[in-house]
């Protein structure tokens, strides 16, 4: 079993940056496709950003440029910094772990909220 704790949410100004970041505990997150998907109010679920275990990345069209994933295998933790935030960003974020064997796992997710 798999726990994912999001954090770093909050309100930001457009222009503005943040990072979020997911501690995973449990599992071996080492092998894991760890990814962010995010859902804006009234709209489907996407995915934003995605790191596979040997560092390979992908990213949503919009946020090429201004979304870099990256994680820390001795801290468990994924990371998503955003750059340049507009107001389409907001959404509450979600983190995902995808296991091999493809059982995955989701945190609770974190609002961010960017304000002009």
């Known amino acids: 079993q798999v726990q994912l704790v999001e954090s770093g949410g909050g309100l930001v100004q457009v222009g503005g940056s943040l990072r979020l970041s997911c501690a995973a505990s449990g599992g071996i997150f080492s092998i894991n496709t760890m990814r962010w998907l995010r859902q804006a109010p009234g709209k489907q679920q996407e995915l934003v950003a995605s790191i596979t275990s040997r560092g390979n990345t992908n990213y949503k069209d919009s946020v090429q440029g201004r979304a870099t994933i990256s994680r820390d295998n001795a801290k468990n933790t994924v990371y998503l910094q955003m750059t340049s935030l507009k107001p389409e960003d907001t959404a509450v974020y979600y983190c995902?772990?995808?296991?091999?064997?493809?059982?995955?796992?989701w945190g609770k997710g974190t609002l961010v909220t960017v304000s002009s």
């Open positions: 995902n772990a995808l296991q091999p064997n493809g059982i995955d796992y």
